[in-house]
């Protein structure tokens, strides 16, 4: 029986086209799902939008449609995005679904039966674009502390959930499970500013609006965001509130990872496990809170006029290519940067020299000094023995960064194997062992290593640059595509004739493609 994994990202707020800082986190959760599936895990991964309140509301009313319109083409518009960046979702749910409508207001019922929910009034500083509310310590010069907008007064008849019930019994769950929200800093963070402070209960209906999931027993009450879409994780795999759980659900919960960007820390790691306390849920086993993709110049926003849309990027420089520089230049636990300058230089440097240009020129001295035909490796020398071990082991490095979800050290240890195969060529000049007939085997022996090297390398970067793998083993000619094939240095042994070369990534030449950008958005405006 395969071992299970079950990623999910954070749903989507339907509020408008996601722009590539949200892309980011659908590109990174899917390279994850896509290596644990390579490993041979059974992955589920599920993605999707968040479709209620009051934002949505009120941008429907400005358009003159109804909010399930408007949800219904925003919702279009991101899911024509993560698959137009390749992403291999399971499943992609909506909360307006009304199984999960029916599932929600059961949740809320169960929470309310119990005494964790209580009628109250609710009178604070609420931000709209936000969903939440704050108490006047809480705001920031007035504003709002989490993305510094106005605030207005708010007092309405409203249901809260009783935080405070289960606060210490989050605090000695922190505690005791370190690996339960990462980076580290983050998790630091959540417990210094809310949980030492105390927690505030938290406002979960709403009358001031009705495009919301109505309360069964008061109407007159909509279920507020946080209840409507924290619980996304669980109804959809099938999880009931009277216990009549799906196999989906016995499956796969927990999940494995929630990966959400920092800026929704507060509400996955205090709000969402204390909801799955209430109801007597297992926890997900991590919450990772990834950085933040930045412009050059600052946090992209549609006020500063500095968004970048994925489709625009993917239509100017390729899909792999943006899947790359998303994938690759995001640290760990700082903010990445993204421009066109940066975005140019690493895919002249990267994809098109160190990947490109090898392959280019293996797979052509293979056709050149071969007619196309593998070589045997029976010409061994010791110079050869650095980049088999380097070949073979990199799959296990490969494997530890990724269980750490250090994605760009994954790729960076793929790319060192790669590095390593155009040093091979330098010390090795299959050029010069061409033109003496007598070392014909040596040379087919340096260029079985560097295939078997590319090879190896493309079955790793399936899980990141999966349209450039598939290139690449159509030019191998290769189905040894698995990542038991990896194992052993042999995998080419099973091809007769190499395919011919073709330009993975070209080199870009900056001044021209600036100016390419620059006409190809005073025309797409």
Same mark, same amino acid.
């Given at each position: 029986?395969?071992?299970?994994?079950?990623?999910?990202? &954070?749903?989507?707020?339907?509020?408008?086209? #996601?722009?590539?800082?949200n892309?980011?986190?659908?590109?990174? =959760?899917?390279?994850?799902?896509?290596?644990?599936?390579?490993?041979?895990?059974?992955?589920?991964?599920?993605?999707?939008?968040?479709?209620?309140?009051?934002?949505?509301?009120?941008?429907?009313?400005?358009?003159?449609?109804? #909010?399930?319109?408007?949800?219904?083409?925003?919702s279009?518009?991101?899911k024509?995005?993560?698959?137009?960046?390749?992403?291999?979702?399971?499943?992609?749910?909506?909360?307006?679904?009304?199984?999960?409508?029916?599932?929600?207001?059961?949740?809320?019922?169960?929470?309310?039966?119990?005494g964790?929910?209580?009628?109250?009034?609710?009178?604070?500083?609420?931000?709209?674009?936000?969903?939440?509310?704050?108490?006047?310590?809480?705001?920031?010069?007035?504003?709002? #502390?989490?993305?510094?907008?106005?605030?207005?007064?708010? *007092?309405?008849?409203?249901?809260?959930?009783?935080? *405070?019930? @289960?606060?210490?019994?989050?605090?000695?769950?922190?505690?005791?499970?370190?690996?339960?929200?990462?980076? +580290?800093?983050?998790?630091?963070?959540?417990?210094?500013?809310?949980?030492?402070?105390?927690?505030?209960?938290?406002?979960?209906?709403?009358?001031?609006?009705?495009?919301?999931?109505p309360?069964?027993?008061?109407?007159?009450?909509?279920?507020?965001?946080?209840?409507?879409?924290?619980?996304?994780?669980?109804?959809?795999?099938?999880?009931?509130a009277?216990?009549?759980?799906?196999?989906?659900?016995?499956? @796969?919960? #927990? =999940?494995?990872?929630?990966?959400?960007?920092? !800026?929704?820390?507060?509400?996955?790691?205090?709000?969402?496990?204390?909801?799955?306390?209430?109801? /007597?849920?297992?926890?997900?086993k991590?919450?990772?809170?990834?950085?933040?993709?930045?412009?050059?110049?600052?946090?992209?926003?549609?006020?500063? /006029?500095?968004?970048?849309? &994925?489709?625009?990027?993917? +239509?100017?420089?390729?899909?792999?290519s943006?899947r790359?520089?998303?994938?690759?230049e995001?640290?760990?636990?700082?903010?990445?940067?993204?421009? @066109?300058?940066?975005?140019?230089?690493?895919?002249?440097?990267?994809? =098109? %020299?160190?990947? /490109?240009?090898?392959?280019?020129?293996?797979?052509?001295?293979?056709?050149?000094?071969?007619? /196309? *035909?593998?070589p045997? %490796?029976?010409?061994?020398?010791?110079?050869?023995?650095?980049?088999?071990?380097?070949?073979?082991?990199?799959?296990?490095?490969?494997?530890?960064?990724?269980?750490?979800?250090?994605?760009? $050290?994954?790729?960076?240890?793929?790319?060192?194997?790669?590095?390593?195969? %155009?040093?091979?060529?330098?010390?090795?000049?299959?050029?010069?062992?061409?033109?003496?007939?007598?070392?014909?085997?040596?040379? $087919?022996?340096?260029?079985?290593?560097?295939?078997?090297?590319?090879?190896? *390398?493309?079955?790793?970067?399936?899980?990141?640059?999966?349209?450039?793998?598939?290139?690449?083993?159509?030019?191998?000619?290769?189905?040894?595509?698995?990542?038991?094939?990896?194992?052993?240095?042999?995998?080419?042994?099973?091809?007769?004739?190499?395919?011919?070369?073709?330009?993975?990534?070209?080199?870009?030449?900056? !001044?021209?493609?600036?100016?390419?950008?620059?006409?190809?958005?005073?025309?797409?405006?």
């Amino acid at each position: 029986m395969h071992k299970k994994f079950y990623i999910s990202t &954070a749903i989507a707020y339907t509020s408008g086209k #996601p722009h590539i800082g949200n892309t980011y986190e659908i590109v990174l =959760a899917d390279a994850i799902a896509r290596h644990k599936r390579l490993l041979g895990y059974d992955v589920y991964f599920q993605t999707g939008t968040d479709e209620h309140g009051i934002k949505i509301q009120e941008k429907a009313i400005e358009q003159g449609i109804t #909010p399930q319109q408007f949800v219904d083409d925003v919702s279009g518009e991101i899911k024509r995005i993560w698959d137009l960046m390749g992403t291999s979702y399971n499943k992609f749910v909506r909360t307006t679904d009304k199984v999960h409508e029916e599932k929600v207001q059961k949740i809320f019922k169960k929470l309310y039966d119990q005494g964790d929910i209580y009628k109250g009034k609710y009178e604070g500083w609420y931000c709209v674009p936000c969903e939440s509310f704050f108490t006047e310590s809480q705001l920031v010069d007035g504003k709002c #502390p989490d993305c510094g907008r106005e605030v207005k007064k708010e *007092s309405e008849e409203c249901y809260f959930f009783k935080l *405070s019930n @289960y606060q210490d019994r989050l605090i000695e769950y922190i505690n005791s499970h370190p690996d339960f929200i990462e980076p +580290e800093s983050r998790k630091n963070e959540m417990v210094k500013n809310f949980l030492e402070v105390g927690l505030q209960d938290l406002c979960v209906s709403r009358t001031s609006f009705d495009w919301g999931i109505p309360v069964t027993f008061d109407p007159e009450h909509v279920i507020y965001v946080w209840i409507d879409a924290l619980s996304n994780y669980i109804t959809f795999l099938g999880y009931d509130a009277d216990g009549n759980h799906s196999e989906e659900f016995k499956k @796969y919960w #927990p =999940a494995d990872v929630h990966l959400i960007g920092k !800026d929704i820390l507060r509400f996955h790691t205090l709000y969402w496990p204390i909801m799955l306390m209430a109801l /007597g849920v297992e926890q997900p086993k991590k919450i990772f809170g990834h950085p933040w993709l930045l412009m050059g110049d600052g946090k992209m926003s549609k006020s500063k /006029g500095n968004v970048m849309y &994925a489709d625009d990027l993917v +239509e100017l420089f390729g899909l792999d290519s943006i899947r790359y520089y998303l994938l690759h230049e995001m640290p760990f636990a700082q903010d990445g940067t993204l421009t @066109y300058e940066l975005l140019i230089e690493r895919i002249n440097s990267d994809l =098109a %020299n160190i990947l /490109g240009n090898l392959v280019n020129r293996t797979i052509s001295m293979v056709n050149k000094y071969f007619d /196309g *035909s593998v070589p045997n %490796n029976n010409v061994k020398e010791s110079i050869d023995d650095e980049l088999i071990n380097l070949a073979l082991k990199t799959p296990n490095l490969v494997e530890e960064k990724m269980d750490g979800l250090k994605v760009a $050290g994954a790729i960076d240890d793929i790319f060192e194997l790669l590095r390593r195969c %155009n040093k091979y060529i330098d010390e090795t000049t299959p050029w010069a062992l061409a033109k003496d007939e007598t070392k014909k085997d040596r040379l $087919g022996t340096v260029l079985y290593n560097l295939l078997e090297s590319i090879r190896i *390398s493309a079955v790793l970067l399936s899980a990141f640059l999966p349209t450039t793998a598939q290139k690449i083993f159509e030019q191998l000619n290769t189905n040894e595509t698995s990542y038991n094939s990896i194992n052993n240095f042999d995998g080419m042994k099973k091809t007769t004739k190499v395919g011919n070369p073709e330009p993975l990534f070209v080199r870009i030449n900056k !001044d021209d493609k600036l100016k390419e950008i620059d006409e190809y958005f005073s025309k797409n405006k």
